[in-house]
């Protein structure tokens, strides 16, 4: 199961963990080992790059930044490679990612110069982008017939747990997810309520917004811990956020429903 159609596939820059993913997934397919475990040690991962961004060794949490980002992937294609789509991985690896998110950047406030006041303002400036991506993104998602539902266009009703799963973790994951989402979503619906009538967006338009997904997000970041930027990366995406009214402006003036 794919998720966009053979004509909606794009270059996904923030999907370099993909390659990784399939083989990996593929072997796992016939073993005990299940999404929410994959979920669980991408969390894993984050937690140790935040140790190694707190004792100021850069290189090693750039490498488990980027390692948290390829796992990220595998438990998506682990969930398809065994045909058990889940409200629960999903709404669990969407909380884990914006709490690493936070966490990431809170540990670089502590190490470097930056304000904390800018450093929230940085984060909330990290998940409206990230927001943007997935909303275009899910609009496609959901036009490909047979591909992955499990994310919608509107998050607004508790969905019924699927085969293998507990509606009563479907209830409170969502909840969750709904709680710390549900600004960046009402906001991005707001400047940009018509999106969801299009029935497709141009590849290259959706690879450019794809430098605005989490997995190159983590990558810019990386790369600026890496090179000795880091008191860079607070003020970096907060100004990155102008491509959110370009992003949407070119939308709007080019692609109409």
């Not at 040690?41 to 004792?55: E, H, K, M, R, T």
Request: charged share 15%; hydrophobic share 50%; net charge positive.
């Amino acid at each position: 199961m794919s998720k966009l159609s053979e004509e909606n596939k794009f270059l996904d820059l923030s999907d370099y963990g993909r390659p990784f993913a399939v083989p990996i997934a593929n072997r796992l397919k016939n073993t005990r080992f299940t999404p929410i475990h994959i979920t669980l040690l991408f969390g894993v991962s984050g937690l140790i790059a935040i140790y190694f961004i707190l004792q100021k060794q850069y290189y090693f949490a750039g490498f488990f930044i980027i390692l948290k980002s390829i796992i990220d992937a595998i438990d998506g294609e682990l969930a398809r490679a065994k045909n058990t789509p889940s409200y629960t991985g999903r709404y669990l690896d969407s909380v884990f990612d914006i709490i690493l998110n936070f966490l990431f950047l809170m540990a670089i406030c502590f190490v470097s110069n930056a304000s904390f006041w800018l450093t929230l303002i940085s984060f909330f400036c990290i998940q409206l982008q990230g927001t943007l991506y997935n909303y275009y993104y899910v609009i496609l998602r959901n036009k490909t017939e047979g591909g992955d539902s499990t994310s919608k266009i509107f998050e607004y009703k508790t969905p019924k747990a699927l085969a293998g799963e507990s509606q009563k973790s479907v209830n409170i994951l969502f909840f969750i997810y709904t709680l710390v989402y549900g600004v960046f979503d009402k906001i991005i619906h707001l400047l940009d309520s018509d999106a969801y009538k299009l029935k497709t967006f141009p590849n290259w338009f959706m690879t450019c917004i794809s430098l605005f997904g989490l997995g190159f997000q983590l990558f810019l970041i990386s790369l600026m811990l890496a090179t000795g930027y880091i008191e860079y990366i607070v003020p970096f995406f907060i100004w990155y956020s102008i491509l959110i009214f370009v992003f949407i402006g070119i939308r709007k003036c080019f692609f109409k429903p």
